[in-house]
């Protein structure tokens, strides 16, 4: 037993338990993009930072966000005293992107209809049109469904 | 017709609820369920219900997501193309290939090993037929396995082709020729990889045939000729040359395996397979084909250049890797941009650069493994769930299934001396193994490579009976960093074959005991 203890004083092993398992904080987390740890050339294509430079129809990102908050206090201060709502919202009113009347006619090109966009819903093939209603599910829709329970 | 999906009083119900107060009429599911019945029947296009991760593939990396997905409580839809789970790996890869590896080493082992095992064996005869018939029922239960494991885990199974409509919509055309979209928060692409083909040779799954072709051969051919000495060909090679054929393989480096295989692992796997009857052509190219005739003909030379041949064989094997299978998404409707080799690009969340559609599998970066695929899967669903996930891509064993088999973790001799690390190394024979020896299958070796300061494992490397299971013993010591000391003195059950795996850790930093 004591040499067996003397051993293992001497020998230093590697593997060592490292306690309960942590789990880190939302904001203990980076999520900026980083290059993928098996992509060969260890970096992103530009297209990421000017995507994320573009994202806001669904309102900016997590890390833009907070940027933008930091360098502009004054703007959202100003929003909020106007009663906007906070958040990703503020962020979207207060730039004209989406909004109706936010770019001039030219800017938003031709008013054809591009390859694959339709007007009407007759001019797509004729299993989308409108199908006709019948008297029986005229009459379950008038009974509430009990015509067709029979 | 009704009448059979609703009850008799579910209409009573209805109607009770409309006389007695209107808001009850909107907020009864009797109500929703007949008005949803009326909208399906009249055909109205409906506006598709949002998913919070629609994931397209239904291979290893997009079952396994959508089932984790499941679990932790996301509304999941999965949209798979073949008609059965699995992907590659289930229906025409890693399961079917390795029923006919296990049952051709079966046959092979009876037609020449049992006389010294004191077995006189009868009439041996080859039922082809009924061997592809037991690799499609190991298949097709496993993938019937997988779909249970969708209800169960309340994943929606799309059968059908899935596209890019736009960055939140998958517009699906299914297998009974109609169409739908869905629309996902999160969207996961997992479509796997396809055979590289040869240029010059048309693939015709008969004559001219990948991987695909080769688990499904009528008969068994007189000459067959693997292009390629990586994983698949050698394993597919081996198949075919203990049913009968005659094999040879033609590959473009100096060693088979693969350029991750250890070249002395590759040298002695070499040698035992020639032993068993296979043909090796290394540093050889192949320059032409002709598969017009009935005998298919390959010229081939010296990769430096030099004396030229021509090969000729009734199927020629076509294994020179795989390529990321992206055709046909829609990319191109969303803006989607793949490297050089196909792959598609993303970061280490990941993420492609629109943050919402993710990508995991052979599609994207790393080894094209299903467990790295399986790894991913998980990893990623926690990024979406958790915020956080793990991939460890310097501890994913690879195996070769062979007999006798092939696996290794971690780096090489070639890479260690490349990245200029000192590193010492120890090894053990099979042959000196009692359980290896008892069972008189003793070819191969073990072969640990460890950081020569501080011991630390850094690789790996075996080729023996049983390789593929016992490198799983390998992975966790690299995974937690362990040295080779901490496995020599970790006691290994006697006799097993994994004594050899102490010994090899042990022949590492001091002796072995039994070499």
Known sequence: ?150 | MYSRLLPRSAARSALQAQNQTPHLIRASPVTAQVSERIRQRRGYATPAEERDLVIIGGGVAGYVAAIKAGQEGLKVACIEKRGSLGGTCLNVGCIPSKSLLNNSHLYHQILHDTKNRGIDVGDVKLNLANMMKAKETSVSSLTKGIEFLFKKNNVEYIKGTGAFADEHTVAVRLQDGSETSVRGKNILIATGSESTPFPGLTIDEKKVITSTGAIALEKVPKKMVVVGGGIIGLEMGSVWCRLGAEVTVVEFLGQIGGPGMDAEISKNIQKTLAKQGMKFMLNTKVVKGDDGAEIVKLDVEAAKGGKAQTLEADVVLVAIGRRPYTANLGLENIGLETDNRGRLVIDSEYRTKLPHIRVIGDCTFGPMLAHKAEEEAVAVIEFITKNYGHVNYGAIPSVMYTHPEVAWVGQNEAELKEAGVKYKVGTFPFSANSRAKTNQDSDGMVKFLADAETDRILGVHIVGPNAGEMIAEGTLALEYGASTEDVGRTSHAHPTLAEAFKEAAMATYGKAIHY
């Open chain 1, 1 to 150: 037993m004591r040499s067996s203890r003397a051993l293992w004083a001497q020998r230093q092993p590697l593997i060592k338990f490292l306690g309960k398992r942590h789990t880190p904080k939302a904001e203990e987390i980076d999520h900026a993009p980083h290059a993928h740890p098996a992509s060969p050339s260890h970096e992103l294509p530009e297209s990421f930072a000017s995507y994320r430079g573009r994202a806001t129809q669904h309102g900016p990102l997590g890390g833009q966000q907070q940027q933008q908050q930091q360098s502009t206090p004054s703007q959202s201060t100003s929003s909020s005293r106007q009663g906007a709502p906070s958040g990703s919202a503020a962020a979207q009113t207060s730039k004209p992107y989406g909004a109706i009347g936010g770019h001039s006619g030219k800017q938003l090109g031709s008013v054809q209809p591009k390859q694959g966009e339709f007007w009407d819903r007759n001019e797509l093939p004729r299993r989308f049109h409108r199908t006709r209603w019948t008297e029986a599910e005229m009459e379950a829709l008038e009974s509430g469904g009990a015509s067709i329970v029979t």
